[in-house]
């Protein structure tokens, strides 16, 4: 991988972005806009940041070497990678020299390292009046717990979806982090605002997310009803409350995901499991009394899906026109026909790694100017001379900052 990435003809082309983020929420929302054009520069750690081990593919491997993890190659593909130290003077000159030449800096850190690092928003204004800082943070600024610490998980947690998922004796996060996602995708939504708004005025913004708020934004209409009707839901496992029958059933070979809401679903339910009595009882009136009542509706739907195949219940749903899916394993969702057909999952390879891993492709498609993945993830440092030597950065001094550790 050599030169400046950056997709041609990307509606983000000639875009340059600092990226000081790890894990998901910063480094994501870069990918994002690696994606679209942008040109993305990783920044970390001498010895390779934590996030970029994370699920290693080759447990013991080194950097380079097959040692990354699964997560460092979905969220950097799109990236140029450069080590540095900016918590020394000589890190901190990089850091201004490399700020004055960009347009955004994502940076996943607490108000204090921001500062200490000199990345808050009044030193890169020093470096660059019209720069777009982008900091996503657990909890947001100017609250009691900005200075916390915090995972996707946590947020989860604080808005009550962890308690509203699985059972009444064990509060379940999510295994997926949509915390995570959701802060980074609306992070990068509000950083392409923020380079909009500046094409017309001129001027630069800081634009912040925050894990806590967006887990606040996608769990919104559960605390709504919660504070209007008090109904102080607890967990019901994969029944929903608020419709039915919507639940995961068993086949005779597996497990499958239904979907009914609506009158018309339902009517179309009832057709499918040759009783119309469903549909004059008043315990199953509208969506909100099948919630209340939606074991019942289970229950008949486990019964319907237990003689049958998944295969055919499946064909059988899909011809009454009713939402289902199977509940795959991750290998079943890899071999899914649909999933290889839509070209999802792009193959790219790695240094060090047994094949090329399926990363997801950018999950909006736009018919004109498409997002792209056009680069695998750096290798550690893999261009830190290229970018010092960008910057103006002499061959000796890129030496003697290394001999010094600041890169």
């Not at 993305?40 to 996030?51: A, H, L, N, Q, T």
């Not at 950097?76 to 990089?94: S, V």
């Not at 795959?328 to 969702?333: D, F, G, I, L, M």
Request: hydrophobic share 40%; aromatic share 8%; net charge negative.
């Amino acid at each position: 991988m050599d030169g400046k990435n950056g997709a041609e003809g990307g509606v983000l082309r000639g875009v340059r972005v600092l990226d000081f983020g790890r894990y998901i929420a910063g480094p994501y929302c870069a990918a994002l806009l690696g994606d679209m054009g942008a040109e993305v520069i990783r920044i970390e750690k001498r010895e390779g940041s934590e996030d970029r081990f994370v699920q290693p593919i080759v447990p013991g491997a080194g950097p380079g070497e097959g040692g990354e993890g699964a997560m460092f190659l979905q969220m950097n593909r799109n990236k140029r990678g450069l080590t540095l130290d900016p918590m020394t003077e000589t890190g901190r000159g990089i850091v201004r020299r490399l700020v004055a030449t960009a347009d955004v800096v994502v940076a996943n850190l607490p108000p204090s390292t921001l500062i200490a690092m000199g990345l808050d928003y009044e030193s890169l204004v020093a470096a660059k009046p019209d720069i777009i800082l982008t900091t996503v943070s657990a909890f947001g600024h100017g609250g009691p717990y900005s200075e916390r610490t915090g995972f996707d998980g946590v947020a989860q947690s604080m808005v009550g979806a962890a308690y509203l998922t699985g059972y009444p004796d064990e509060p379940v996060k999510s295994y997926a982090p949509w915390v995570d996602f959701g802060t980074a995708s609306l992070s990068a939504f509000g950083t392409m605002a923020a380079l909009m708004e500046r094409a017309q005025s001129g001027k630069g913004q800081m634009v912040e997310g925050s894990l806590l708020s967006t887990a606040l934004a996608y769990f919104n209409f559960h605390l709504i009803e919660q504070d209007l009707r008090q109904t102080n839901r607890v967990a019901i496992g994969n029944r929903s409350p608020y419709a039915g029958p919507a639940d995961i059933v068993r086949t005779k070979d597996g497990w499958i995901l239904v979907q009914a809401i609506g009158q018309p679903l339902f009517k179309r339910w009832a057709r499918l499991m040759g009783e119309d009595h469903w549909l004059t009882d008043p315990r199953f009136k509208d969506d909100l009394a099948r919630g209340d009542n939606g074991e019942v509706l289970s229950e008949r739907t486990s019964r319907w899906a237990e003689t049958r195949t998944t295969e055919d219940a499946l064909a059988e749903l899909e011809k009454a026109r009713i939402p289902a899916g199977p509940v795959y394993t991750p290998q079943q969702a890899l071999d899914d026909r649909h999933i290889r057909e839509m070209g999802y999952l792009h193959p790219l390879g790695f240094p060090g790694m047994p094949k090329p891993a399926p990363i997801m492709e950018t999950p909006i498609r736009m018919s004109r100017t498409p997002g792209t993945i056009h680069d695998r993830a750096p290798v550690l440092g893999e261009h830190t001379d290229s970018i010092l030597g960008e910057l103006g950065y002499s061959q000796d001094e890129i030496v003697a900052f290394r001999s010094e550790g600041v890169i």
